[in-house]
């Protein structure tokens, strides 16, 4: 089978990349990634099966690179998508490109060429915040941030390429994930990259805010799951096996990290901020769908992953728009 990979070189996308090729001798990689501050070629440094991938520099709102990348294909999981929130609040403009204009465009080549298959990765906030209860796949979408709209979006234009062209999409909507690769923006790994050179974590407002968590692993595996034998035209939740406050998180992996609280800090809350997610899983489980991990041992493996792997993180969070950006979002905090 011939895959077509869109943002493999990101967080998610990548470890997707890495189970396939170690898993499925039969499979074939072309991986489209225009390589952004979070697209890293290291994330793929060393993987089994190299052989059989294939990296195109290329945005996927670019028609040309798209169509020719789509030639040959059997089947497009697409990943690619501009993800953090606090810099959806900050500019909201390459969002509504890529995450929307792109997934048009891939549409658009999935439907000239006959695609077999196509499994769309999106996100439980589109949901926006649950107050009780978890959240259906046939539940109303109400995002709250501008990265939140714009998945959204992508996730209803995805739904009407299937219903106006038969286009075989297949929708997937999951929770925070973590684990190794993880660009040093998002809560886990700016914790436990700040917390190893003894500098504050930024906690938003009272942190009680509740998330499901799942390792990055888990998240693929239920990703090829539905790529096998996902239903045309669904949509499946994919959730965690830890749903806890932001302070609950915190102090997890504080105790892992035998760090003292007072490098805790709190900060402004972010705009908008959700007070809490959470998914129903049931049709992705009657697919027969397992967590491989616990929260805790996967928690636990991935502060490990981040103490022994300094070589991949430093030289990201030295770079001046890491920086920059770190300095805009928190104003200051913890001496870079």
Not at 13 to 30: D, E, H, P, Q
Not at 100 to 109: A, E, K, M, N, W
Not at 171 to 193: D, H
Not at 227 to 232: E, F, H
Request: proline share 4%.
């Amino acid at each position: 089978m011939k895959l077509l990979v869109t943002g493999g070189l990101g967080f998610i996308g990548s470890n997707f990349v890495r189970l396939m090729l170690a898993k499925k001798r039969n499979v074939r990689i072309v991986n489209l990634d225009v390589k952004t501050y979070a697209g890293n070629p290291e994330n793929l440094k060393g993987m089994a099966g190299a052989a059989r991938h294939r990296w195109v520099k290329g945005d996927i709102a670019d028609a040309k690179i798209v169509d020719r990348v789509m030639t040959g294909v059997d089947a497009v999981v697409h990943f690619a998508a501009e993800s953090h929130v606090d810099r959806s609040i900050h500019d909201a403009g390459a969002f509504l490109k890529t995450n929307v204009i792109g997934t048009q465009v891939l549409l658009d080549s999935a439907k000239r060429h006959g695609i077999g298959r196509f499994v769309h990765v999106s996100t439980d906030e589109v949901y926006g915040s649950v107050a009780k209860g978890q959240s259906k796949e046939d539940d109303a979408l109400l995002p709250n941030s501008p990265y939140a709209a714009s998945k959204a979006a992508s996730d209803l234009m995805a739904r009407a390429y299937h219903v106006t062209h038969k286009l075989p999409v297949i929708v997937t909507r999951c929770s925070n994930n973590f684990g190794p690769y993880q660009f040093p923006e998002k809560a886990l790994p700016v914790m436990i990259t700040n917390w190893i050179d003894g500098i504050p974590f930024p906690l938003y407002g009272d942190g009680k805010n509740i998330r499901d968590w799942i390792h990055v692993l888990d998240h693929c595996r239920a990703i090829e799951l539905v790529l096998r034998k996902g239903v045309p035209g669904e949509i499946y939740n994919v959730g965690g096996t830890a749903s806890l406050s932001n302070k609950r998180l915190v102090e997890g992996v504080r105790k892992i990290m035998g760090v003292d609280r007072s490098l805790i800090t709190p900060v402004a809350d972010r705009l908008g901020h959700d007070r809490r997610y959470a998914v129903n899983c049931s049709k992705l489980y009657r697919l027969g769908f397992k967590h491989a991990t616990t929260f805790d041992k996967a928690l636990a493996s991935t502060v490990a992953w981040y103490r022994e792997n300094e070589a991949w993180w430093r030289p990201l969070k030295s770079k001046s728009g890491y920086k920059r950006y770190y300095k805009r979002n928190y104003k200051g905090l913890g001496k870079r």
